[in-house]
């Protein structure tokens, strides 16, 4: 009955350990994290403007856009609409 308990408090403490790793790298790495997300934006944003030059011109020559098309323009709005400043007083006060 011990082994069992002793092997049962390992599998919890490793899924702790790995949980608590997991979930920390966030809050080390949220401004590497961050900068990665804003230089994803400033690409979306390109690829967004061409996206809606190639809608404009599709939809002059009398041509249906396609739903998911205008689906994907929403989402990518949305992303491009995410503010990611921190407010570094939080951590530090």
Sequence with gaps: MECFLTELGKTLADKLINGVIEKSRYIFCFNSIAKEFEEEKIKLEA???????????????????????????????????????????????
């Design 47 to 93: 690829e967004r403007i061409t996206m809606r030059q190639r809608f404009k011109v599709a939809t002059a020559k009398g041509r249906d856009i396609q739903s998911n098309a205008e689906c994907w323009e929403t989402r990518a709005n949305k992303l491009i609409q995410e503010n990611t400043e921190t407010n570094q007083s939080c951590f530090f006060k």
